[in-house]
């Protein structure tokens, strides 16, 4: 993967925006093709079965099987006559394999697999704390990461190790055994559950004779894949540069000089010393792209503020919908404002924040944005590139934390995103849990998790169980107009009245008098400075209460006795 490059010529200039992208994509090993793919068990195919003995024959790896029950008790006989500190000894030697990963094509012609060329993956990936299913899970979700950015899986393995090898990450024994999995299986790439550090990802790449990307790398690349905007593809791009530059040593990178020692003469003095290498080159027109493109996404932020300052200067309440990626956040949103957002099976499909109106069921306006999805350990890079995206969530009212309630880990996809909520500072907001998915859900999750979090709804977005209630809920959190004004609105300024309505004001009683119209309501605080003009006080508002008081008894006496009336005919 290093080439070698010729020396740089006091001539030549710096690398264009197209060598600078190439480079680019090779850190960041982009796919060359991305492809929706099908999962296939296992255990049906040729390559687990076959190569079981010759791929792990060392006595330090072993398969996990396919099924929990037959692992555990596999394990127990095998270490019947061990005490805890052996069999915990013989996990950290052990290469735990994941059942179920393989992504392989059901119904694909050979030819019309040649033509797909997806990227071939094996995971690695270590299991340092909580449980075994914690480590499963997350290496699960790394296969439906690498089938997102069009990779086909072949196998997972989880080693369990205390802490990373500071040389290779999993240690040279397990990168020697990982390395003939490579080459048994066939695949061209390894893909680790982790973010590597640069000299990890080289004496790994070294040893397993394929390029290795980790976790970051594979999320930067999905996100470059998704993203629409002009916006988006420019913080994207700036999460890329940023992962890159510590990264740049050894992706061909070399020590000739550019303008160095005689090849200087001619410019004169000040212009000699020791040249410039490559990476340094590359580094500086890295940091000159960076600088650039957070100029360029500064000056898309007023046209956001300015929506954000429209809503707030008219007080409409604002609800964002935050949650772990592909929990069905669009899906929600478009049951609740027929948005008609894209709604696609597939991590990380809405990057671009959508804002659209919605009621409460009893008439009360708000805003409701669909924000770019969360996952365990959200490159930093993307957090700081996307903070004017999740600035949605940080101004909001209340936060719909939408929950995948059919995913074996809810709890943990829950700390994932109050994680991210936390970076924002956003914590302090109102969060109410929606529990989606609930058709797909096991009922004794459901259960569980109505325990653990009090402020919760169940819904499914795909049936449309559980939304009015959730619309109910929403209506209940989100702030209400709590200032009561009494106002005389002259005929003449009818427009009023209408905007009372637009501002979301509760209006609990109108009368038409003689000077106007009266107006009882509730309203925001602001709204009321707004018609501070109309406000009726002090004895005038006595005086008309009265007025009013007599009129409304005069006209229910007169109802009351023609009721008397007519029900005195009837008989």
């Excluded at 939304?467 to 200032?483: F, H, V």
């Excluded at 009372?500 to 009683?509: P, T, Y």
């Amino acid at each position: 993967m290093n080439s070698k490059n010729t020396p740089v010529s006091d001539t030549e200039k710096l690398p264009s925006d197209e060598q600078l992208r190439r480079t680019v994509d090779r850190v960041l090993g982009r796919s060359q093709a991305a492809a929706s793919v099908t999962t296939y068990d296992a255990a049906g195919t040729a390559h687990h079965s076959d190569n079981s003995s010759s791929t792990h024959g060392s006595r330090n790896s072993r398969r996990v099987l396919d099924t929990r029950a037959r692992e555990i008790s596999d394990v127990q006989r095998e270490h019947s006559e061990y005490d805890g500190d052996q069999e915990d000894l013989a996990e950290r030697r052990a290469l735990r394999r994941i059942a179920n990963l393989s992504t392989e094509l059901e119904d694909v012609t050979e030819v019309e697999y040649r033509q797909l060329r997806l990227e071939r993956v094996v995971l690695a990936g270590l299991w340092t704390e909580g449980t075994v299913e914690d480590a499963e899970n997350s290496l699960r979700e790394l296969a439906a990461l690498a089938e997102t950015a069009g990779s086909e899986v072949l196998d997972g393995l989880v080693q369990r190790r205390l802490k990373p090898d500071p040389g290779t990450f999993l240690g040279s024994g397990k990168a020697l055994e990982l390395k003939d999995i490579v080459e048994a299986t066939g695949a061209d790439t390894v893909i680790v559950d982790s973010e590597l550090a640069p000299s990890q990802r080289r004496a790994l790449e070294d040893i397993v004779k394929v390029k290795v990307i980790d976790r970051t790398a594979l999320i930067l690349d999905i996100f470059a894949q998704h993203a629409k905007s002009r916006e988006g593809k420019a913080q994207v791009e700036l999460a890329q540069l940023e992962y890159m530059l510590p990264r740049l040593r050894g992706w061909g990178a070399s020590l000739s000089r550019q303008a160095g020692g005689r090849a200087a003469a001619g410019e004169g003095i000040g212009s000699r010393g020791p040249g410039e290498t490559k990476i340094e080159m590359d580094r500086r027109r890295l940091r000159a792209r960076m600088a650039k493109l957070k100029r360029e996404i500064a000056a898309m932020a007023p046209a956001r503020e300015t929506k954000r300052l429209n809503r707030r200067r008219n007080r409409v309440p604002s609800v964002a919908i935050a949650g772990y990626t592909n929990a069905g956040k669009s899906s929600l949103l478009n049951r609740l404002t027929d948005a008609g957002v894209l709604v696609e099976n597939a991590l990380f499909a809405t990057l671009d924040p959508t804002v659209r109106k919605a009621q409460t069921p009893d008439g009360i306006g708000y805003t409701l944005s669909d924000t770019v999805g969360f996952v365990r350990s959200l490159p930093t890079q993307l957090v700081e590139a996307f903070r004017s995206t999740l600035e949605e969530v940080a101004d909001a009212d209340v936060i719909l934390h939408v929950v995948d309630a059919s995913h074996p880990d809810p709890e943990g996809q829950i700390r994932a995103v109050r994680e991210v909520i936390a970076e924002v500072d956003a914590r302090h907001i109102p969060e109410i849990i929606v529990l989606n998915k609930a058709d797909a859900a096991d009922p004794f999750v459901l259960e569980r998790m109505r325990q653990r979090e009090p402020e919760h709804v169940i819904v499914s977005a795909r049936t449309g169980e559980g939304i009015e209630e959730l619309k109910q809920k929403i209506a209940d959190t989100i702030p209400r107009p709590s200032i009561e004004v009494k106002l005389l609105i002259p005929y003449s300024h009818g427009e009023i009245i209408s905007r009372l309505h637009e501002w979301d004001a509760e209006i609990k009683s109108t009368d038409f008098v003689s000077d106007g119209t009266f107006v009882v309501a509730l309203v925001r605080e602001d709204v009321a400075s707004e018609l501070s003009e109309y406000v009726l006080e002090g004895d005038l508002l006595e005086v008309l209460e009265e007025e009013l008081a007599e009129a409304h008894a005069l006209a229910e006496a007169t109802a009351s006795v023609s009721e008397q009336s007519s029900t005195a005919e009837a008989l």
